[in-house]
């Protein structure tokens, strides 16, 4: 799986069935450093989020 195309093509069908997607950038694979950004940019600014695996981790223990 590829972040521009796979976990993009989720996050983008995730939002349209209103499911709040988002994308750990620093635990994704892609083809180039130009194609992550990619994915990263239009997640962001069009269907979800784009957090560290640091971001994440402390906003589910803010939760606990």
């Not at 635990?27 to 950004?37: C, E, I, M, N, P």
């Amino acid at each position: 799986m590829y972040a521009h195309i796979d976990c993009l093509m989720t996050a983008s069908n995730a939002f349209a069935h209103d499911v709040q997607a988002f994308m750990i950038a620093d635990a994704l694979a892609d083809f180039s450093l130009d194609y992550h950004r990619l994915a990263l940019e239009y997640t962001a600014a069009r269907c979800g989020v784009a957090v560290s695996t640091a971001q994440a981790l402390h906003r589910l223990q803010a939760r606990e």
